[in-house]
């Protein structure tokens, strides 16, 4: 049942992600993400440590040519990478009190770009 739970929370996240890909018209992938107060305490525990040291070779959060390659391999992919491990990346991203729209939602996060820089400002 431990699998079953997997696959129906990567089922849900995946079914959520399609309805909200039909939302809005222009390109989102551009727009900068927030998070909600709990998330971004998952971020600050879980994701920041490696997606913002570069010696990591983690992708860099908010870095979207980085992140670019990796959403283009779908959602489902990349669910199973967070879940499983990749690479360096452990089991889960060490957050196990993440569930699959969680780790959709910090994904979506560090692949989109900063918030600063959504008026095309660079970044110092």
């Not at 959403?71 to 992919?77: F, V």
Request: with cysteine; proline share 6%.
């Amino acid at each position: 049942m431990r699998n079953g739970g997997k696959r129906l929370a990567a089922a849900v996240a995946g079914i959520a992600l399609l309805m909200l890909a039909g939302c809005g018209e222009g390109d989102t992938a551009s727009a900068p993400v927030t998070l909600n107060e709990r998330e971004a305490t998952l971020y600050q525990h879980s994701c920041k440590t490696c997606h913002e040291d570069a010696a990591t070779g983690a992708p860099l959060t908010h870095n979207t040519a980085a992140w670019t390659p990796r959403l283009a391999k779908g959602e489902d992919a990349l669910l199973e990478s967070i879940v499983n491990g990749f690479n360096g990346m452990p089991p889960l991203g060490q957050c196990i009190e993440c569930d699959g729209n969680d780790f959709m939602a910090l994904t979506r996060f560090m692949a989109a770009p900063a918030p600063e820089n959504a008026a095309g400002e660079t970044a110092e």
